[in-house]
């Protein structure tokens, strides 16, 4: 491999933060780990306080009047807060504590859907959501008997942005987008869909999980109604996440969730719910996960996020260029202008599975299937992919090493 200069950042260094990229696998070969858009892997101080916390930190919270128990809240709340300032929401109970992204949008359809929507409403998503953003509306239509529309794509994997006229109607209750393709990698045009939506009427969830970890976020700036993420795409630990809602919209939404914690007060014939965010944190929360999230959201924004995009869109473009190498390979999505640091492809005759199988021989971790998007698979003519996703600490050379990887799958599947 030869040594390529690359952006501002200082990736060897960082690498250094992260125990697990020095692995070495199958015998001696250097871990090349490009599953992210999966999962991203741990920094030490992530790690670190997640430790201390267990060690020295940790009791429940919000419920006794001990010692522990108020340092346990007092850091719990704290780390909302970090996420608050994060995405630049506009007060902390606007972040209610999840397990991860699925569990926000389902919280949103069951609370917010199952109050606001009703037979002959209409959901719009697009052709190109993670099943975690459609499979909840599915089951909203179900419940309510509303209906879903979705915004087209184009053979690159870009929304028909002409199409949203039609899609409009006066029934249209909410439009739920993703912000970056888990599959295509691409960026979809989120302040023109919000301002579209809300001249429409209509409210706006956004599914962040691809795009918080890796480029800045400004609720505020965006309009968003709601916003989703995960803790474990962004270096936290899983088992976290975040929805951000608009202050007005979770104060008029009922529970999800029913149990401890959520009330005000209780008695035989019924209940009162808690302010917010308690009303939606019912039992005991991810306590330990939540400063892991935190103590990530201060790693990436001691990095920069402006930083971890520019590099990871060099690495997008090295990708491209040496999957393009290939007549065989087919790429997913559009060109790497358009996208973030997600590149999905197809090779003609050869699995995707058996594909990831031969570059994990060589130490480079893809993912291969259909990566929660059956739809969108369909959409693009094929029924799985391979999938390589970048974080900040990924180096250009360890994209040659999968473009060279590849090149020795290929010579043996045309054995
Ligand atoms: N949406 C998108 C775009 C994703 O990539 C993912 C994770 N693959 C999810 C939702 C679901 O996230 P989680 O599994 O953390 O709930």
Not at 42 to 65: C, F, K, L, W
Not at 195 to 200: G, I, L, P, T, V
Not at 207 to 214: L, R, T
Request: charged share 20%; proline share 4%; hydrophobic share 40%.
């Amino acid at each position: 491999m030869t040594l390529i200069e690359t952006s501002t950042l200082d990736v060897q260094s960082l690498r250094s933060d992260f125990p697990i990229l020095s692995t070495k696998i199958h015998g001696d070969k250097p871990l090349v780990y490009l599953d992210n858009a999966a999962t991203t892997q741990r920094p030490r101080s992530v790690i670190d306080v997640m430790t201390t916390a267990y060690e020295e930190q940790y009791a429940n919270v919000h419920r006794g009047i001990h010692w522990l128990s108020e340092l346990s809240t007092d850091l719990y709340e704290n780390a909302r807060e970090s996420i608050q300032c994060f995405i630049n929401a506009r007060r902390s109970h606007e972040i209610i504590f999840t397990s991860g992204t699925t569990a926000s949008i389902n919280l949103v359809a069951r609370s917010w859907g199952d109050a606001n929507v009703g037979q002959g409403d209409e959901i719009l998503l697009t052709e190109m959501e993670h099943h975690s953003n459609l499979i909840p509306w599915h089951q909203l239509a179900q419940r309510t008997g509303c209906t879903i529309k979705f915004v087209p794509l184009t053979d690159d994997g870009l929304l028909v942005l002409d199409a949203l006229d039609d899609l409009f109607s006066e029934r249209t209750k909410l439009v739920s987008v993703v912000a970056v393709s888990n599959v295509l990698g691409t960026i979809n045009p989120l302040e023109t869909i919000i301002r579209r939506a809300h001249d429409a009427g209509a409210l706006v969830l956004v599914d962040a999980a691809q795009s918080v970890p890796h480029s800045v976020t400004d609720v505020q700036k965006l309009d968003a109604d709601f916003l989703a993420f995960s803790g474990h795409k962004m270096l936290g630990p899983s088992g976290i996440g975040a929805l951000y809602g608009r202050e007005s919209l979770l104060e008029a939404m009922p529970p999800f969730l029913g149990g401890g914690s959520m009330i005000h007060s209780a008695d035989l014939d019924g209940f009162k719910p808690a302010d917010l965010p308690a009303k939606f944190e019912a039992g005991t929360p991810p306590i330990v996960p939540a400063l892991g999230m935190a103590a990530a959201v201060q790693y990436l924004e001691k990095v920069g996020l402006e930083a971890v995009h520019q590099h990871e869109h060099e690495l997008t473009r090295k990708a491209h260029q040496v999957l393009q190498q290939s007549d065989e390979v087919r790429l997913l999505g559009p060109s790497p202008s358009e996208k973030a640091g997600i590149v999905s492809f197809v090779v003609e005759g050869v699995q995707a599975n058996d594909l990831a199988m031969v570059l994990d021989e060589q130490g480079v971790a893809v993912r291969a299937g259909h990566h929660c998007a059956m739809p969108l698979h369909a959409r693009m003519g094929v029924s799985a992919s391979a999938r390589a996703s970048f974080y900040f600490y990924n180096t250009l050379e360890e994209v040659e090493k999968l473009g060279e990887a590849l090149q020795a799958a290929l010579r043996i599947f045309r054995r």
